[in-house]
């Protein structure tokens, strides 16, 4: 074999090599949606039944799940102008884990990253798999009678377990923010909520069916605000 042969051998063993190890999980090609820690954020709910590597945390840190509401064939709340909320609450939930990723406290998911659909009871899988301290689930609300409703509405479902009181911190952050009408804190059976092993929260954060706040949410600048405030609200409620 002359050395061009030799060399090109060589070539194609190695690539089978890397190709190998990397089905085998020994090497990672790092991305965008990965964390800090190597581990890639979660962008599907895991299938019914299979068996999920919990990823080792950070000593000190407080992990910490948010929720895009809705994703794919669920698009959700349909605006004033006809935008979708599935992408309202994507666009904010990666406002939040950015703003959380900057504070050495806390070590932060998405249970999606793209436009993709999730069950309800897996997003609070997802929280309990992972052994998470908090899951906050973002949506935007609707309202489809003839009054112009609008506000900040921010819910809860266990008693015990500090989900009322991060849902109160949450809701006042926002409503200091947004400076949105305080339509208060609830507890409500929603199945995000109830189906969840840990800290839930669900905020809706303003009316996409009103203009005013719809206007607002889309913004770049409004969307900043309530990212802000969510994680402030985490901030505090860990400090107790």
Partial sequence: MGRSG???????FLGIVIVLLSFGGLITFGGEDTLGSGHRFLSSAPATG?????????????RIIIDPGHGGKDPGASSVSGREEKEFTL???????DLLRQDSRFEPYLTRTSDEFIELEDRSKVASDLHADALVSLHGNTYEGPENVSGTETYY??????????????HQHLIEALDFRDRGVRQE??????????????????????????SFLYSEAGQDKAAQAIVEALEEYFRK
């Fill in 157 to 170: 479902y266990a008693e015990g377990d500090g989900s009322r009181e991060l849902a109160e911190d949450i």
């Fill in 50 to 62: 299979e068996e999920v590597p919990v990823p080792s945390r950070s000593d000190g840190k407080y």
């Fill in 189 to 214: 059976d929603w199945k995000v909520l109830r189906t969840s092993e840990v800290p839930a929260v669900l905020a809706e954060i303003g009316f996409l069916t009103n203009a005013e706040n719809e």
């Fill in 6 to 12: 030799k060399v090109a051998y060589f070539i194609t």
């Fill in 91 to 97: 666009a904010l939930a990666q406002k939040v884990v």
